[in-house]
């Protein structure tokens, strides 16, 4: 036996035991209420994950079976630290049995006579009354794949969790091929890739809970690479599917009018006669013709993502349909608050102004300073190449999650896989702390800690402005 061998692998094959060991601890032996084994669990995970990758980060195979051995050890687990399951069960299995989950709140619906639904009682009772008393606010392709599920398994729990928990897993190693070839495509490490894949934040939140940004993100980072390699249409079509899976990356349309002004190819001055075909025009002003160009390249993208999200939207399409999802999204600026930074102190201020919560007020003015931000970032910062577009998105809803009310973890997902791409590693930092927004699970009266808030933030905004000073980032995470 090669004892140096052993040696030299013994670091990775202690923290890959010790990963196993507590994500199984996570999966099977833990409840939300018991924040200090949840932090201690996420902890200790977070550490010996990104120590796997420091020295790993060479052996590209070894951390990708890593990846998929961590997410089947969750394959026949039920989520402890999310209810949404429930409704996404609910939803498929109303749409598999031919009702259109956009038109019935579950709590009016479940005393119809003619709903039939195997274990209703239950899966009303899981989502929890909040869920219960609104309109869905899933997107159509979230849909559809819950209607698979219902399809599949429509008397079946357990199975339902198993068919959503293949679809998230093979999202992700969607996204670690494209995200992969991305990097290469930008000259960037092929191990950043695995901040994302590995973090715990990731396997816990999107395996183990169940939550589909997942797949949202699968869709993005495909589109961003077929964009960075010019296959634009493509790019378009998935993009679309992104959206349609959840609406946020709708936000990152405007960042793409100076990218594609930017990459619009140049008319070449410089032609034999034969070959000439372009007009006098656009030879003697070829910046002009390039904005041109880029300009309805841009039109057509725009084009392109609005068809696919309609052609998704189009079977739900009812007058009254519009209405509800449109109301059960506002419900998220107006009503939620849970795990925000910025609003927390407006919310205090108004309190002391004038003595109740604002967040009718401030859950209107602060979308619209997060519109302004991105108008700023999309008309005034460089957009000329694919790292500098996603930079600005990083940037983008970076202010959309500090200016809003409500920021549950799983929100993280997007910004953390495009800071993979960039020279930024506070996302890192922030999926790292994130769990301290668990403590308000850990009470029946779901009351946060808002020292435990403040200190969530404290240490994002002071990474933050380190790396923006221009700073070295930590050492585990280069």
Known sequence: MDFRKLELY????????????????????????????????????????????????????????????????F?????????????????????????????????????????????????????????ASNFTNYAPLNQFIFSVAGWLAPTNILFSVIFLRIVIIAADFGTLYFGTQLLRALRLPDHRIFWYILNPFIIIELTGNLHFEGVMVFFLVWALYLLHKKKWIWSAALFGLSVSVKLLPLMFLPLLFRYFKASAPLIQT?????????SDAKRNHPERSRN?????????YYLLVLIVIAAFFLPFFSPEVIQNFTQSIGLWFGKFEFNASIYYIIRWIGYQ????????????????????????????????N?????????????????????????????????????????????????????????????????????????????????????????????
């Not at 996420?42 to 997410?71: C, D």
């Not at 790292?387 to 200016?403: E, G």
């Not at 923006?468 to 280069?478: A, H, N, Q, V």
């Open 292 to 300: 041109r160009d880029g300009f309805w390249k841009l039109i057509l």
């Open 75 to 131: 394959i026949v687990s039920i989520p402890e630290l999310s209810q949404d399951y429930f409704r996404f069960i609910w939803d498929g299995r109303l749409l598999a049995a031919g009702w259109n989950p956009y038109e019935h709140v579950p709590g009016q619906l479940i005393s119809d006579p003619e709903f039939m639904v195997a274990q209703a009682r239950q899966l009303l009772e899981g989502m929890g009354s909040l869920s």
């Open 353 to 384: 102004v004038k003595g109740y919560n604002i967040i009718g007020t401030a859950g209107v003015v602060l979308p619209f300073i997060t519109f302004l931000i991105i108008m700023a970032l999309s008309f005034f910062r460089k957009n000329n």
């Open 386 to 478: 694919t790292q500098q577009l996603i930079t600005n998105m990083l940037f983008a809803i970076t202010a959309y999650l500090f200016l809003s009310t409500t920021v549950h973890p799983w929100y993280l997902t997007i910004p953390l896989v495009l800071s993979v791409f960039t020279e930024f590693r506070y996302m890192i930092v922030w999926t790292g702390v994130v769990v301290l927004s668990y403590f308000a699970y850990s009470n029946a009266e779901y009351q946060e800690n808002m020292w435990f808030i403040a200190l969530e933030y404290l240490v994002v905004f002071t990474y933050l402005l380190w790396e923006l000073l221009g700073r070295k980032p930590l050492k585990f995470i280069r």
């Open 10 to 73: 013994q670091t990775p094959i202690i923290f890959s035991l010790g990963c196993i060991a507590f994500y199984l601890s996570f999966a099977y032996d833990l409840e939300r209420i018991d924040f200090v084994k949840l932090a201690g669990l996420y902890g200790t995970l977070f550490f010996m994950s990104f120590k796997l990758i420091q020295v790993q980060k060479h052996n590209y195979w070894i951390l990708v079976s890593l990846a998929l051995i961590f997410r089947l050890l």
């Open 270 to 278: 410089k032609e034999s006669h034969s070959e000439s075909r372009v």
